[in-house]
T-cell receptor, first 111, second 114 residues
Framework: QQQVKQSPQSLIVQKGGISIINCAYE??????FPWYQQFPGKGPALLIA?????SEKKEGRFTISFNKSAKQFSLHIMDSQPGDSATYFCAASKDDYKLSFGAGTTVTVRA | ETGVTQSPTHLIKTRGQQVTLRCSSQSGHNTVSWYQQALGQGPQFIFQYYREEENGRGNFPPRFSGLQFPNYSSELNVNALELDDSALYLC?????????????FGAGSRLTVL
């Protein structure tokens, strides 16, 4: 049973555009929501994370929006660059333990 | 500061065989987690080790087992390999008590079962 559902499976965006990836979860006990970025041949790397006590967190061009009542959260990549082309995974955990990952979104930024 | 290193990077086994994958944690980390990532999927939690003891397991059968050593390095053992075990196996280390389970992943070991 997949605890975190992620969409879209893939997206293509022009350089300078905005990429938006959405995730939904069922377990209301989840209290930590990170996003990971993975390049081919590499392991996932933590990009940005949020706790449910805030509705938005921004780090540079990356923003997480969190809607606790809807049990949804999303990643926005502003001013997308070709170097952002990668696979992005949302995840969730309870008590900082055992991350449940979404299926991933492959982002392609066209120059 | 060294990151998480895994070996081997690639290996091919046949059904029924056994495999051991190795992981060296990032310096200063005391917890190791193992994840299985099937092609085109997100990583799935296998188990976590803390203080050389298994500290939680995902939905994986007992033929998946592990060890954590005093230097915090770790092994993942899989017995009686099945075709569906073909995947990228990721090791991740973290520091318990950091306030968040910030995992540092290695590049993985790609296992192909024929």
């Amino acid at each position: 049973q997949q605890q975190v559902k992620q969409s879209p499976q893939s997206l293509i965006v022009q350089k300078g555009g905005i990429s938006i990836i959405n995730c939904a979860y069922e377990n209301t006990a989840f209290d930590y929501f990170p996003w990971y970025q993975q390049f081919p041949g590499k392991g996932p790397a933590l990009l940005i994370a949020i706790r449910p006590d805030v509705s938005e967190k921004k780090e540079g061009r990356f923003t997480i929006s969190f809607n606790k009542s809807a049990k949804q959260f999303s990643l926005h990549i502003m001013d997308s660059q070709p170097g952002d082309s990668a696979t992005y995974f949302c995840a969730a955990s309870k008590d900082d333990y055992k991350l449940s990952f979404g299926a991933g979104t492959t982002v392609t930024v066209r120059a | 500061e060294t990151g998480v290193t895994q070996s081997p990077t690639h290996l091919i086994k046949t059904r029924g065989q056994q495999v051991t994958l190795r992981c060296s944690s990032q310096s200063g980390h005391n917890t190791v987690s193992w994840y299985q990532q099937a092609l085109g999927q997100g990583p799935q939690f296998i188990f976590q080790y803390y203080r050389e003891e298994e500290n939680g397991r995902g939905n994986f059968p007992p033929r998946f087992s592990g060890l954590q050593f005093p230097n915090y390095s770790s092994e993942l053992n899989v017995n009686a390999l099945e075709l569906d075990d073909s995947a990228l196996y990721l090791c991740a280390s973290s520091w318990v008590g950091s306030g968040a389970n910030v995992l540092t992943f290695g590049a993985g070991s790609r296992l192909t079962v024929l």
